[in-house]
């Protein structure tokens, strides 16, 4: 076990590690063996006031640094990482019950992310637009919005942190950061650690660890920060925005998904089912792009179905730190148990399970289920959980139906051999995301992130971070005199 998880199970205010005042810990465990990594004593609402004043009373300064001078932060943070790679993939294993290939995926896009943060540092740019004002100038200034809160989920949460941190920090901005419970360490503390190394000044960056039972609306409510910036659910997402608005402030959603995979008649079969088995399995499923449905025309059901059931049962289940396991435990019991009923129950309504996954503590072994009934609700819900749908269906005019018949609007994919029949199907789907032959779980820096209906509001990646994490401010200038009306 990593000499993080006792070193780094602390509040991180100020610039300084210490010891929250709340009056109970939260308890980080391995979710795999049971084992304790930390204990750590929560924070207060009055320390969330403190991190956040101390974001405020540093973002001018930081704001007014040369971009040049700013962006070295994010060079060495890059080289902090590289240079503790191997340690962090351990961590990730501990904490997260994270597979090899799981924590390498994270941590390459994580980098990925630096490298765009770096570059962000010199992208805001203002204007100036002409006036139908005679001797009148407007100028346009891009400006940071001074402070961001950050809410960080238990999957990729190193990740996840990252992609709002460096770049709003790389903007200009201050930032408090509020990691999952289950995740305290990856997603929290110990990136506040590699930014400390890296030369970030203290103040800037700002770590809470605590609990919504202790704190209860502090951190979103709190006066100072501009822009809160979550990923999570939908439930707690519709909270989140709705206090953002009662209280003027922006928010950034990044929420749940209902994806598919969609297998038309003239598919590569094979490369389909890679494609399908990566999209559903990774991570056990706990991604929110995760295709949760599988929808394969008619034509091609019995072959792919075949197939993929084959390469779903010779996934190897168990302990993460061996280099050939593909799936891992679930991030906890509560959740092992959720997606455990949920095959149960599918099987009840009548669901044939094709493979019919067992679960050993934390351990949920892969399902794949088909001939679920079409008003079943469990096929318009996010499951995240190693659970796949098979679902058939005559025409792409149906498979649109059923892909948009879910309340969500992630991502998605479908496999077909001809690119611009792809795309054109994809133009039809309701999401923020649609892959032409690849899988649903994508993310690149430079291209917006996000999803539509209740897979979020607002977008990350490219120049949407840029909007997200700045503001305009027109100032005009009358050379001359201007004439009033009185």
């Known amino acids: 076990m990593s000499s993080w998880f006792t070193d780094l199970a602390q509040q991180y205010i100020g610039g300084e590690w210490r010891t929250g005042t709340g009056s109970w810990d939260i308890i980080d465990l391995n979710p795999y063996n049971g084992e304790k990594l930390a204990s750590i004593t929560i924070a207060t609402a009055g320390e969330v006031d403190e991190a956040y004043r101390a974001a405020r009373a540093a973002q001018k300064e930081w704001a007014a640094v040369n971009p040049y001078a700013r962006r070295e932060v994010f060079e060495n943070a890059l080289e902090v990482i590289e240079e503790r790679e191997a340690g962090i993939t351990e961590a990730i294993i501990d904490e997260?019950?994270?597979?090899?290939?799981?924590?390498?995926?994270?941590?390459?896009?994580?980098?990925?992310?630096?490298?765009?943060?770096?570059?962000?540092?010199?992208r805001p740019e203002g204007k100036i637009l002409p006036s139908p004002v005679d001797g009148k100038e407007n100028r346009l200034y891009r400006l940071p919005v001074g402070v961001v809160g950050v809410i960080s989920p238990f999957n990729f949460p190193f990740l996840l942190a990252v992609k709002s941190v460096a770049p709003a920090l790389a903007l200009g901005n201050g930032v408090v950061?509020?990691?999952?419970?289950?995740?305290?360490?990856?997603g929290g503390s110990l990136i506040a650690k590699i930014f400390e190394d890296a030369g970030l000044p203290g103040g800037l960056l700002n770590i809470v660890i605590t609990d919504i039972a202790e704190i209860g609306d502090a951190f979103i409510e709190h006066p100072v920060p501009a822009v809160i910036s979550f990923t999570g659910t939908d439930k707690t997402g519709r909270h989140v925005a709705t206090v953002c608005a009662a209280h003027f402030k922006r928010c950034i959603l990044e929420l749940g998904g209902n994806s598919a995979v969609v297998v038309l008649d003239?598919?590569?079969?094979?490369?389909?089912?890679?494609?399908?088995?990566?999209?559903?399995?990774?991570?056990?499923?706990q991604v929110c792009m995760?295709?949760?449905?599988?929808?394969?025309?008619?034509?091609?059901?019995?072959e792919f179905t075949a197939k993929f059931t084959a390469k779903v049962k010779a996934l190897t289940v168990g302990d993460p730190r061996d280099p050939g396991t593909v799936i891992g435990p679930l991030i906890n019991s509560s959740q092992a148990e959720v997606v455990s009923g949920?095959?149960?129950?599918?099987?009840?309504?009548?669901?044939?399970?094709?493979?019919?996954?067992?679960?050993?503590?934390?351990l949920v072994g892969p399902s794949v289920l088909t001939g679920l009934p079409a008003d079943s609700a469990l096929l318009r819900?996010?499951?995240?959980?190693?659970?796949?749908?098979?679902?058939?269906?005559?025409?792409?005019?149906?498979?649109?139906?059923?892909?948009?018949?879910?309340?969500?609007?992630?991502?998605?994919?479908?496999?077909?051999?001809?690119?611009?029949?792809?795309?054109?199907?994809?133009?039809?789907?309701?999401?923020?995301?649609?892959?032409?032959n690849d899988g649903t779980v994508c993310d690149e820096p430079l291209v917006p992130f996000g999803g539509e209906k209740?897979?979020?509001?607002?977008?990350?990646?490219?120049?949407?971070?840029?909007?997200?994490?700045?503001t305009v401010k027109w100032i005009s200038i009358q050379r001359g005199r201007s004439d009033f009306p009185f």
């Open 342 to 362: 949920i095959v149960e129950q599918a099987v009840a309504d009548g669901a044939t399970a094709l493979v019919h996954g067992t679960t050993t503590g934390n």
């Open 266 to 285: 003239d598919a590569d079969v094979d490369y389909a089912v890679d494609a399908a088995v990566f999209s559903r399995y990774m991570d056990q499923g």
């Open 96 to 122: 997260l019950g994270g597979t090899r290939l799981r924590a390498a995926f994270e941590l390459h896009l994580a980098k990925e992310y630096l490298r765009e943060s770096v570059q962000l540092a010199l």
């Open 454 to 470: 209740l897979s979020g509001v607002g977008r990350l990646g490219g120049e949407t971070t840029l909007e997200s994490f700045t």
């Open 290 to 302: 995760a295709a949760n449905r599988v929808l394969v025309d008619r034509s091609l059901e019995a």
């Open 177 to 186: 950061l509020k990691p999952h419970q289950n995740a305290p360490v990856v």
């Open 381 to 436: 819900q996010e499951i995240f959980g190693p659970v796949a749908f098979l679902v058939p269906f005559d025409g792409e005019e149906e498979a649109v139906r059923l892909v948009n018949d879910t309340p969500y609007g992630l991502s998605g994919a479908v496999h077909t051999g001809d690119i611009e029949r792809g795309v054109g199907f994809a133009r039809q789907i309701d999401s923020g995301m649609f892959h032409v």
